[in-house]
C-alpha cells in the first residue's frame, strides 16, 4: 500500500509538471539540442528522441542508460565519448556500427550533427551532410559543459586530468590554440621515441634533439602564455559561481603552475637532458604544468570533505559555461549527470534556482530519486520536461 501511495504521488507530480510547465519553448540564445536519434549506440538499440523544453530530466534507476544519453550528446559536440571509451567499445554489444544524429539550433539557424563508426572502418563526422576533413574542426561549434560523478578526478588524480579538462575548455574557444596543443604533443611524442632510441642503441644525436627542442620552445611558449591568460580571466568567474552555489563567503583558490614561469623554455630542456636521457622522456615543458585547488581549510585534495570538493567542482563548470557564454555570445548546453550525490539539500536547491535562470541555457539533468527531484521541480516552479528512462527506452509517461 505505502509503495502504491508512493507511486501515485509521483505520478501526480508528473501530470501536474506535463500540464503547468511542460511546454515552455527554448528561446534564450544558445545552443539547443532539438531532436536525438541513436542506433547501437551503448545500451540503445533505437532511440528518437525531441528536446523541447529548455530543461530536461532524465529519471530512472542507476544503470538504465541515462549516463549513455548524456554521453550521446556529448559525444554530438566533443567527437568522442566522455566516459573514455574508445569509438568501438561505444557500439552496442553484438553490433558491428553505430551511428549518432542530432538537430541543433542555433539562434534559429539548424543544423545537422551526424557521426558513424563501422567496425574495422574510419569514423565519419559530418555537419549538414559535409564530412569534416578534420574532425578537430568540429571541436566548439556545439559545446557542452558536462559535470559527472567522473569529475573528482580533477581533484584526486595527477596533474594531467586537470590540463586536460582547462585544455579542452581553452580550445572550445580558441581553435588556434587546440592546433598548438596538437602540434606540441605530437613533437613531445616523436621526441619521447627519440629518448628511447638513443638508449637502445647507446648513441645520441643532440641535432637531432635540437630540432626537436625548437618546436617544442615556439609551441610550448604559445601554449603557456594561453593558459596563464586564461587561468586570470576564469578566476573571479569561477568564485563568483561559487559564492552562488555555497552562500557564504568561503574563499575558493584555483592557480595555475607551470615551470616555465620560472625558467626559460630552451635553458629548461637543456638542463633536463641528462635526466631525459636516463628517463628515456621529456621532464621539463608545459605538458607538466598543474592547476592547483584549494579553500577556506587549506588543500581541497587533502583537506576538503566529498561535498566540499563536489560544490568546488560544481562552481568550475558553472564558470566554464559562463565563459563560453562570455567569448561565443550564446549559451553552451549544460549536462548534469548525478549532480545531486554529495550536495545536501541547500545546495541542491540553490543549484537548481542558478541554471534555472535567463543567463543560462538548455538543460538536461539526471537522477536516480525520481521523489526528490520532482518535489523540488514543483516546488521551485521549475518549467520543465520529465523524461523516465529505463533500459535502453526512454517514456514520457508517470513513473511506476
Not at 553552451?332 to 534556482?353: A, E, G, M, Q, V
Request: glycine share 6%; with cysteine.
Amino acid at each position: 500500500m505505502e509503495c502504491e501511495n508512493r507511486a501515485q504521488l509521483v505520478n501526480r507530480q508528473v501530470h501536474d509538471l506535463k500540464y503547468s510547465s511542460l511546454q515552455l519553448r527554448f528561446t534564450r540564445i544558445g545552443v539547443h539540442l532539438k531532436t536525438l536519434q541513436l542506433k547501437n549506440f551503448k545500451n540503445y538499440s533505437e532511440l528518437n528522441l525531441e528536446f523541447p523544453a529548455r530543461i530536461t530530466f532524465l529519471l530512472g534507476l542507476n544503470g538504465t542508460g541515462k549516463t549513455n544519453l548524456l554521453d550521446a550528446i556529448y559525444y554530438l559536440s566533443a567527437t568522442k565519448s566522455f566516459s573514455n571509451l574508445t569509438d568501438s567499445q561505444i557500439i552496442r554489444h553484438g553490433e558491428d556500427n553505430f551511428f549518432i544524429r542530432g538537430m541543433f539550433d542555433h539562434s534559429g539557424n539548424r543544423s545537422e550533427v551526424f557521426g558513424q563508426l563501422q567496425s574495422g572502418r574510419k569514423k565519419i563526422f559530418r555537419v549538414d551532410s559535409k564530412d569534416y576533413e578534420r574532425i578537430s574542426d568540429h571541436i566548439g561549434k556545439y559545446p557542452v559543459v558536462l559535470i559527472s560523478p567522473l569529475d573528482v578526478d580533477l581533484v584526486k588524480e595527477s596533474s594531467e586530468a586537470r590540463r586536460k579538462f582547462f585544455d579542452q575548455v581553452i580550445a572550445q574557444l580558441d581553435h588556434a590554440y587546440l592546433e598548438k596543443l596538437l602540434e606540441y604533443h605530437h613533437t613531445l611524442k616523436q621526441r619521447n621515441a627519440l629518448l628511447k632510441l638513443f638508449a637502445e642503441k647507446n648513441y645520441t644525436d643532440l641535432e637531432m634533439i635540437e630540432l626537436y627542442d625548437q618546436q617544442l620552445i615556439r609551441t610550448g611558449q604559445l601554449i603557456y602564455k594561453k593558459r596563464k591568460t586564461f587561468a586570470t580571466e576564469f578566476l573571479p568567474v569561477f568564485n563568483t559561481s561559487y559564492h552562488q552555489l555555497v552562500n557564504r563567503p568561503e574563499m575558493a583558490s584555483l592557480t595555475y603552475t607551470s615551470e616555465v614561469e620560472s625558467i626559460n623554455y630552451e635553458d629548461g630542456l637543456k638542463r633536463s637532458w641528462k635526466k631525459d636521457l636516463a628517463l628515456q622522456r621529456t621532464t621539463f615543458g608545459v605538458h607538466r604544468d598543474d592547476y592547483m585547488f584549494g579553500f577556506a581549510h587549506g588543500d581541497l585534495k587533502r583537506l576538503g570533505s566529498q561535498g566540499q570538493q563536489k560544490s568546488f567542482l560544481v562552481a568550475i563548470k558553472l564558470a566554464q559555461a559562463n565563459i563560453i557564454r562570455s567569448h561565443l555570445g550564446f549559451s553552451p548546453i549544460l549536462l548534469f549527470d548525478d549532480i545531486f550525490d554529495k550536495l545536501d539539500d541547500t545546495r541542491i536547491t540553490r543549484l537548481l534556482k542558478i541554471i534555472s535562470a535567463d543567463s543560462y541555457g538548455q538543460v538536461l539533468i539526471t537522477d536516480a530519486g525520481p521523489e526528490r527531484t520532482l518535489a523540488l521541480v514543483k516546488e521551485l516552479g521549475i518549467l520543465c520536461d520529465v523524461l523516465r528512462v529505463d533500459n535502453g527506452s526512454i517514456h514520457t509517461k508517470a513513473f511506476d
